[in-house]
């Protein structure tokens, strides 16, 4: 064919054209051309040949740019091309690819048949078609489509096959899934038990429907109409007396497309039907869907249930019992007056509506577990518990309904209360006979143990003493004699003083002697009382003494009687040649005195009782080592009054016991001005009117002086009362205060006073036993602005009442 060129030179070309066609069709989706310019006696070797190497270029961009995958093979068959999609698609590389690398990337069932169809229509020069499966890049296998055919020179010359490869996995799974859709509807057509059917509705020329034509139906549509051989007929047809209701509503599914649930019934086929109805195919067919079920039964039993309905209703309305029932989607269907009454709402309020969503308050209670669990299991079950929203107890019982569950309640509060006040009568009383019976047991205990240490000590107090009545000892007798008396009597009389020891105790009457004290002289005064002891024993005292431990506020006797009962515990206890080490360090703002010892040690359980009055480990115990149970429990009221605490460890029976004791230090008041650095300017309380409250008379009078030596101007009241009254007749500076005070304690008081007018308001103090951190701070929450712990130093009291008073200028005073 020949062109001209834009410089007017004529060019001759050679055309050839092969088209590829998609799948088995004989419509070709695409040409392949391929061209070269015939050289002329004008053109030399060279040019030809770059004519050439241009027009194969133009070819494989043309078919790298194409969407399918395109091949060339020589007369062999052998491949000589593979488009660049080929390699994008299957990952090979050129050399991969060629020849019949190709066949590589099909799939191994797929492959050898293949080759068979392809090399045979190579010989045959025949067009071809193969469907096989080809390897992704990824590794997936992809159903394709392989085409061929072969092409020819100008002058018939076979030069092989172009070919294209496209990819049809898609459509073949789209291809499937149709007819599995087909499979699946066709079955479900003729396996519903509903009835179904598609009609065609008949219209007018102004779209009024006038029939409808039946054009499918399944084998329930006869059991459900008994139409017979409907198919092809019109509702008219079978059906003369037809009601007009069944053909409007069919036709405006069909003109509007919107779908329709409905009941109806039809006089002329006495039936009455549950229908679903909805548009299908295009609109301009005016095809309708129906499903339906007879449902004629269903209502004669629903005319039955109504009436029986009205008689159940009525004895709903008459019970006692509150009742409400639930369908299967938790929805009120019913509820009675009593119902009305114990839910606070009316009937009209609830019906239709979720039991959950209306009481939320059920949400994770046993009432909601029990309402679930009958609904699943459909078992009857019951339960009696209280619902906080109503503040009410009630008794629940859940029944199985047909569509839902029914449930009977009553309030039981009053009964439960009864109930509850009756048990707690019976554990009170149980309580009270066993704190008797072991009161009663501990009694005996400890009189047994009384009888026994109080005679022991007579025997030889009266022995001896006989012995020297008949004036038969010699010297040495006689001196042994006097010092065994002067022994058992002293023994003797520490048991007495043990004894009134717990009675002050027991009556809150143990009094403390507070003043600075050295705790490392308190110790050493307590050793020497069980060194002889200790001696005896062949016992090894060792003491680690911190030369840091400041002092502490409180009684000196007191505190070496504490470590006195630690002492005497180790001695008595610690085996033969044993070993007691008395440790005193410093713990934060405490001072911390352990004492250790190698001793018989003790039991695990018993541990919580060894501070506890009369309680001993056991009577073998009592007997072996003697004494009343009562030294510890002493040690740890004479600790606390101290503000300290007092605890033992044992690692067990056999392997000893370490006593600590912790009491508050006096640098505990550190935030208070310092009684040394306190000069006398700064402690002077001249001008201060100062209101003292306490009903102990002794603790009263001594705060009272302890103030007046400052200068203070102190009034001392006994009671929140009479300090109220007071405060109301007069202007105080400051007010300190007890704490545990009878009818009015302390907290009472300042709470009163706040409530007063401003002018009425006044610093104040608490003074008191109750030491712990608890303690401090309902004291600064009920309105005092200091928290001192008794027993107290007499400077400590003055420091905080110059804190509070040193900004405090000349001010007038004068009642309201």
């Given at each position: 064919?020949?062109?001209?060129?834009?410089?007017?030179?004529?060019?001759?070309?050679?055309?050839?054209?092969?088209?590829?066609?998609?799948?088995?069709?004989?419509?070709?989706?695409?040409?392949?051309?391929?061209?070269?310019?015939?050289?002329?006696?004008?053109?030399?070797?060279?040019?030809?040949?770059?004519?050439?190497?241009?027009?194969?270029?133009?070819?494989?961009?043309?078919?790298?740019?194409?969407?399918?995958?395109?091949?060339?093979?020589?007369?062999?068959?052998?491949?000589?091309?593979?488009?660049?999609?080929?390699?994008?698609?299957?990952?090979?590389?050129?050399?991969?690819?060629?020849?019949?690398?190709?066949l590589d990337v099909i799939h191994p069932d797929d492959r050898e048949s293949s080759k068979i169809i392809f090399l045979a229509a190579n010989d045959r020069q025949e067009a071809f078609q193969l469907e096989y499966r080809?390897?992704?890049?990824?590794?997936?296998?992809?159903?394709?489509?392989?085409?061929?055919?072969?092409?020819?020179?100008?002058?018939?010359?076979?030069?092989?096959?172009?070919?294209?490869?496209?990819?049809?996995?898609?459509?073949k799974q789209a291809e499937s899934a149709l007819r599995r859709?087909?499979?699946?509807?066709?079955?479900?057509?003729?396996?519903?038990?509903?009835?179904?059917?598609?009609?065609?509705?008949?219209?007018?020329?102004?779209?009024?429907?006038?029939?409808?034509?039946?054009?499918?139906?399944?084998?329930?549509?006869?059991?459900?109409?008994?139409?017979?051989?409907?198919?092809?007929?019109?509702?008219?047809?079978?059906?003369?007396?037809?009601?007009?209701h069944w053909i409007k509503i069919y036709g405006q599914v069909a003109l509007t497309g919107e779908s329709v649930r409905f009941e109806n019934g039809s006089e002329a086929m006495n039936r009455w039907f549950d229908v679903y109805t909805c548009r299908t195919g295009q609109p301009e067919e005016r095809k309708v869907a129906i499903v339906f079920k007879d449902i004629s039964d269903r209502k004669l039993a629903e005319k039955a249930l109504l009436s029986s309905e009205e008689q159940s209703r009525n004895i709903l309305e008459s019970i006692t019992d509150a009742f409400f029932a639930l369908d299967q989607d938790w929805r009120f269907t019913y509820v009675n007056r009593q119902a009305e009454h114990l839910l606070e709402r009316a009937s009209g309020d609830l019906i239709g509506k979720n039991f959950w969503s209306e009481f939320p308050g059920l949400d994770g209670s046993e009432f909601e577990q029990l309402h679930r669990r009958v609904m699943s299991d459909r078992v009857a079950a019951s339960l009696?518990?209280?619902?906080?929203?109503?503040?009410?107890?009630?008794?629940?019982?859940?029944?199985?309904?047909?569509?839902?569950?029914?449930?009977?309640?009553?309030?039981?509060?009053?009964?439960?209360?009864?109930?509850?006040?009756?048990?707690?009568?019976?554990?009170?009383?149980?309580?009270?006979?066993?704190?008797?019976?072991?009161?009663?047991?501990?009694?005996?205990?400890?009189?047994?143990?009384?009888?026994?240490?109080?005679?022991?000590?007579?025997?030889?107090?009266?022995?001896?003493?006989?012995?020297?009545?008949?004036?038969?000892?010699?010297?040495?007798?006689?001196?042994?004699?006097?010092?065994?008396?002067?022994?058992n009597a002293k023994l003797q009389s520490q048991l007495i003083e043990d004894l009134l020891d717990i009675s002050r105790i027991l009556r809150g009457k143990l009094s403390l002697n507070v003043?600075?004290?050295d705790l490392i002289s308190v110790i050493r005064a307590a050793l020497e009382t069980v060194r002889l002891a200790a001696e005896a024993k062949s016992l090894h005292i060792q003491t680690t003494f911190s030369p840091d431990v400041g002092k502490v506020i409180g009684d000196a006797g007191r505190l070496q009687q504490v470590v006195w009962n630690l002492l005497s515990n180790a001695v008595k206890f610690t085996f033969q040649d044993g070993q007691i080490t008395v440790r005193l360090t410093q713990t934060g703002t405490h001072a911390q005195i352990q004492v250790t010892d190698t001793g018989k040690g003790i039991n695990p359980d018993f541990l919580p009782y060894v501070f506890e009055h009369f309680r001993q480990e056991d009577a073998a115990t009592t007997r072996k080592f003697g004494g009343l149970g009562l030294g510890l429990a002493?040690?740890?009221?004479?600790?606390?009054?101290?503000?300290?605490?007092?605890?033992?460890?044992?690692?067990?029976?056999?392997?000893?016991?370490?006593?600590?004791?912790?009491?508050?230090?006096?640098?505990?008041?550190?935030?208070?001005?310092?009684?040394?650095?306190?000069?006398?300017?700064?402690?002077?309380?001249?001008?201060?009117y100062i209101l003292v409250v306490d009903d102990d008379a002794d603790s009263r009078d001594f705060i009272t002086f302890v103030l007046e030596q400052a200068g203070a101007i102190v009034t001392a009241v006994a009671s929140g009362i009479e300090a109220l009254q007071a405060v109301e007749q007069s202007v105080f500076d400051l007010v300190v205060s007890d704490i545990g005070m009878p009818e009015m304690d302390g907290y009472t008081l300042i709470q009163q006073i706040r409530a007063l007018k401003p002018k009425r308001q006044v610093p104040a103090i608490a003074l008191t036993a109750y030491a712990g951190e608890i303690d401090q701070q309902q004291a600064y929450s009920a309105g005092f602005q200091a928290h001192?712990?008794?027993?107290?130093?007499?400077n400590a009291v003055i420091a905080i009442v110059v804190q509070f008073t040193k900004r405090l200028n000349a001010k007038e005073r004068s009642l309201d």
């Open positions: 064919m020949g062109f001209y060129k834009p410089s007017g030179d004529l060019v001759w070309l050679r055309l050839n054209s092969t088209p590829l066609f998609q799948g088995d069709t004989t419509t070709s989706y695409a040409v392949v051309t391929t061209f070269s310019e015939v050289a002329s006696s004008q053109h030399n070797e060279p040019q030809l040949e770059a004519t050439l190497r241009s027009s194969e270029q133009r070819f494989r961009d043309m078919a790298d740019n194409a969407p399918m995958m395109i091949w060339v093979t020589d007369p062999t068959g052998y491949c000589t091309y593979l488009s660049r999609s080929w390699y994008d698609f299957s990952g090979q590389t050129e050399e991969a690819g060629l020849g019949f690398g190709w080809l390897r992704r890049f990824d590794g997936e296998y992809r159903t394709c489509i392989d085409a061929g055919r072969p092409w020819k020179s100008a002058d018939g010359e076979f030069k092989g096959y172009i070919g294209s490869v496209i990819d049809i996995d898609d459509r859709s087909e499979e699946r509807y066709r079955t479900l057509f003729e396996s519903i038990d509903e009835g179904f059917c598609v009609i065609e509705v008949l219209f007018d020329e102004n779209d009024t429907p006038l029939d409808y034509r039946f054009l499918e139906i399944n084998p329930v549509f006869e059991q459900q109409t008994g139409l017979r051989q409907a198919v092809g007929k019109t509702a008219r047809q079978l059906v003369p007396d037809i009601e007009d009696t518990a209280f619902y906080p929203d109503h503040n009410r107890w009630y008794e629940v019982r859940t029944y199985p309904a047909a569509k839902g569950v029914t449930i009977y309640f009553r309030n039981v509060t009053d009964r439960k209360r009864i109930e509850a006040e009756r048990e707690q009568l019976l554990q009170r009383e149980q309580t009270a006979r066993e704190a008797a019976e072991t009161a009663n047991r501990i009694k005996d205990e400890f009189l047994a143990v009384l009888s026994h240490e109080l005679r022991s000590p007579l025997n030889p107090i009266l022995g001896w003493s006989k012995l020297l009545q008949q004036g038969k000892l010699d010297a040495a007798k006689t001196k042994t004699a006097l010092a065994t008396i002067e022994r003043m600075p004290v002493i040690a740890r009221q004479i600790v606390e009054l101290h503000g300290g605490r007092i605890w033992v460890e044992s690692p067990g029976e056999d392997r000893g016991a370490t006593f600590t004791v912790q009491i508050p230090l006096a640098s505990r008041y550190s935030e208070l001005p310092s009684t040394e650095q306190s000069s006398v300017s700064t402690s002077d309380l001249s001008g201060i001192i712990a008794k027993p107290v130093d007499p």
